[in-house]
């Protein structure tokens, strides 16, 4: 298997709950491992520059307008086969929809207010990684 590196978001409706250390809890005990992290207030230039791939749908202004509603916890995930692992922890985007164990199921208050964004490629894991993080804040 191979060793990957993924982006992850603890969103502002869980840093409000004060689920950060649960969530990455859930990350580490699937063998996810930590290797940046900082707590941010995201302006809105940010989270529009962040979430730009999806610009034209309905939602984009209430999403933008969610992510800086709070501070945010950015992290890089490392471990085998770390972006798709991410993602079958976290579960499906809208927590209805998500399987018992997963933190989007255990946490999630809505598909807006989700708790957590993962990369959902390899590619796009990198984009996002260099988007908040510079080399010498990430430490493997
Ligand atoms: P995330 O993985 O952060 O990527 C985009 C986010 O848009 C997604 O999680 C959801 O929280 C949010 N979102 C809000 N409404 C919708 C929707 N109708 N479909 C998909 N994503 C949505």
Known sequence: MATERTFSIIKPDATRRNL??????????????VVASKRIQMSREQAEGFY???RER?????LVTFMISGPVV???L????AVARNREVMGATNPANADAGTIRKEFAESIEANSVHG?????????????FFKPEEIVG
């Open 20 to 33: 950060t250390g649960a969530i990455t809890a859930k990350l580490e005990e699937a063998g996810l491992r």
């Open 52 to 54: 730009g791939v999806h």
């Open 58 to 62: 309905p939602f984009f202004n209430d």
């Open 74 to 76: 950015v992290q890089v």
């Open 78 to 81: 490392e471990g085998d086969n």
């Open 119 to 131: 990369s959902d490629s390899l590619e796009n894991a990198k984009i996002e990684i260099d988007f």
